[in-house]
């Protein structure tokens, strides 16, 4: 026997160690119980082995991506206009706390994804852990909540006109005015949760991916990673629709009764209860990782499957496929992957739609919100009626055609192609822009209708004349000269003319009503009361007769049902591409080096995609601010009008160039992909990879390696 065999043999008995999965030696099952079991410390019981099983690891890893998705990309994205308003934050501010999830990420990648990663590594620990750090993070997201005192948008004392109080100027410290404490300091517990969230999350699309897909078939692998990143689609879908649904609860609901503040989710000032899905997630988490914890670092069939894997890796050659296993050997490992053309063009498109899907996630539902005065909740509402066919089906679909189709590597990336033309086509529903609502002294002047304009819509100001107007908005007129009104008391109302005023002081209503969750207002002397119009018909039968009411005027701007079919279908593309890029991701690159080469495209996706994203979406909405909150502490605070047209022109361009980026980089990946010689040099690679893994995982308990 050669020293060769010798050595093979060798390897083959000493792979049945604690770290390695029961295997057979000699062909002969050994007689103990297998190393590998479900369960928890010493508490192993056999009822609990049959779910030891890819299925259900699937099952459980599924609710981690959904939930890692409802909170991430489902809560945060719905409240961030909710929380702009409660603590005086612009759009900059929680772009960076957007961002804090992919800083973490980045930080994180590298370390949990070479040790987590290494051969006899238990995946599912890493797993377990980064779900209570999740839960953590949620819990600290929730706390400035319980660290501030009670929202005062507004208070049972009348903010009307009271003639004679003031000379109209607005003075800091004035009786007048009510003041507005800053609690913009928050945001920085609104960061730190961010991180966690993001330290918590990074295995799981690393190592959660590779612990599926080393666990099952090669041909089964597109269909287990299409459900499990199908979940991972529907979280954030189930959190818009959920998220909204708990904006309609009073932010203070176990303390302040809104009805006698007179406000309604319907009010600009209404802050819902942003803060509760985080507090029931963070609970969720703690309860996940168990059953995750539990599971194995390799399932029963993990070898066989490993030698019966064909690789697909870019210009397979035989002195390319050293294993690095050693810290020191990082640079050597990320350096074999750089020279991947396939693998690095690959990573690029990744980074680009990432910036894009991380951008829009963000701020979509504000845009949505203020081109077509929408409120909070129908905003999530439809966010989650748009994400779960689109982003779930799209997801799902794209990981059974992958399998359907029999598709190589060259062809996934043709398909990744295709997809994405399709997906930059539609971005042009973004030049659906809507005209801003008439609002006195910031977009329209007093009185529009003196000048003898037939409908709301002409009284806008020309778009022109509409920035010269906004950068000295002018709220004081002679209708309200004389009530002494404040620019921080912010209490939007809609007059029967249909037109909005900053305040019923703004426009110059002396007497407020109370009705129930409603508060009407009488004798507004800003407010035109002309003839021959239905100047009533946007009230309900309780404001009927009044000059004003505390919510917003409604839109009547036509496009919002054709914004969301092309937002469908912008969306639907994008995710048919996602899965597939995914596996032409895993097949372009060596067998041991799949989890740390997930890490490296993720650690890409981060730095040029998802990180800069929210921040660069978000300065340039605030760009298109054309009204902001006044405070005494802070200068201004919160965007409270923006323009509609420029900000629909920043998501335009935005959009419409990740899209090209994506396009230009898949086509670099398929132009330079270069596919396996040819079948007999696969066959070794394959057979010589699972020596070497089989090698790694007797040698891994011997010993940590450094």
């Known amino acids: 026997m050669t020293e060769t065999e010798t050595k093979n043999n060798d390897v083959e008995q000493d792979a049945a160690t604690e770290n390695a999965p029961d295997i057979v030696a000699n062909n002969e099952k050994k007689p103990e119980i297998p190393k590998y079991q479900c369960g928890w410390f010493s508490f192993r019981p ?321 845009l949505i919100e203020n081109q077509f005065s929408a409120t909070a909740v129908w905003s999530a509402l439809l966010m989650g009626l748009i994400t779960v066919p689109a982003g779930g089906g799209g997801t799902f679909l794209g990981g059974y055609l992958v399998k359907k189709l029999n598709l190589s590597c060259a062809g996934i990336i043709k398909f990744c192609l295709i997809a994405t033309i399709f997906a930059a086509a539609f971005t042009v529903c973004f030049f659906l822009s809507c005209p801003n609502l008439t609002f006195a002294g910031v977009t329209s002047s007093y009185f529009p209708f003196s000048q003898g304009l037939a409908s709301n819509e002409e009284a806008i100001l020309t778009h022109e004349k509409f920035l010269e107007n906004v950068q000295n908005a002018r709220l004081e007129n002679q209708c309200n000269h004389g009530c002494g009104c404040s620019k921080e008391k912010y209490e939007p109302i809609c007059g029967a003319d249909g037109v909005m005023y900053y305040s019923p002081c703004h426009a110059g209503c002396s007497k407020e009503i109370n009705l129930e969750t409603l508060k009407v207002y009488q004798d507004c002397s800003c407010i035109q009361k002309h003839n021959g119009s239905n100047a009533n018909a946007m009230f309900n039968d309780k404001a009927a007769g009044y000059d004003a009411i505390n919510t917003s005027c409604e839109s009547k701007c036509p496009h919002l049902w054709l914004f969301s079919v092309m937002c469908f279908c912008v969306m639907f593309f994008t995710f048919l591409a996602t899965m597939p890029a995914l596996s032409a991701t895993l097949r372009c690159v060596h067998d041991d080096q799949r989890s740390f080469a997930l890490g490296i495209q993720w650690i890409k996706v981060r730095l040029l995609g998802t990180i800069p994203a929210p921040m660069v979406f978000g300065r340039m909405i605030d760009e298109s601010c054309i009204l902001w909150q006044s405070s005494c502490d802070t200068g201004h605070g919160a965007c409270l009008v923006y323009d509609n047209h420029m900000m629909s022109k920043y998501m335009l361009g935005l959009g419409l160039a990740g899209k090209i980026c994506s396009i230009v980089f898949f086509m670099a990946a398929a132009y330079f992909y270069i596919p396996p010689k040819n079948d007999e040099d696969t066959n070794g690679d394959v057979k010589e990879v699972a020596q070497v893994k089989m090698n790694g995982h007797s040698n891994n308990t011997e010993k940590e390696r450094f």
């Open 46 to 366: 056999k009822w609990l082995q049959r779910f030891m099983n890819p299925k259900w690891a699937l099952f459980w890893l599924c609710w981690a991506g959904a939930v890692q998705g409802l909170v991430i990309n489902g809560f945060i994205n719905v409240v961030i206009t909710t929380i702009e308003r409660r603590f005086g934050l612009r759009s900059t501010a929680t772009g960076l706390v957007a961002s804090g999830y992919d800083i973490a990420s980045f930080i994180c990648l590298v370390p949990v994804t070479y040790f987590g990663g290494r051969l006899g590594a238990s995946k599912p620990k890493w797993l377990g852990i980064g779900v209570i750090v999740m839960g953590i993070g949620s819990a600290v997201f929730a706390l400035p909540h319980f660290l501030v005192g009670q929202y005062r948008a507004t208070s049972a004392e009348s903010n009307v006109c009271v003639a004679g109080v003031g000379n109209g100027t607005d003075t800091c410290g004035s009786a007048a005015n009510g003041g507005s404490e800053n609690l913009s300091w928050n945001v920085w517990f609104f960061f730190v949760a961010q991180l966690l969230h993001g330290a918590g999350a990074s295995p799981l699309y690393t190592l959660g991916v590779t612990y599926i897909d080393e666990n099952v078939s090669k041909k089964m692998s597109s269909v287990y990673l299409g459900i499990y990143y199908t979940m991972a689609v529907i979280g954030p879908a189930v959190g818009y629709v959920l998220g909204g649904q708990l904006l309609l609860f009073y932010t203070d609901m176990f303390s302040v009764d809104a009805t006698e503040l007179g406000l309604t989710p319907y009010s600009k000032v209404w802050v819902g209860a942003w803060w509760c899905g985080f507090v029931i997630m963070a609970l969720f988490c703690f309860l996940l990782a168990i059953p995750i914890l539990g599971f194995p670092p390799a399932l029963p069939d993990y070898e066989k499957i490993q030698k019966e894997r064909v690789s697909e890796a870019h210009n397979l050659k035989k002195d390319e496929k050293k294993q690095f296993t050693k810290l020191r050997e990082i640079p050597k490992a990320l350096l074999a992957l750089l020279k991947n053309p396939a693998f690095f063009f690959l990573n690029l498109a990744g980074a680009s739609e990432g910036l894009v899907i991380s951008g829009f996630a963000v701020f979509l539902p504000k």
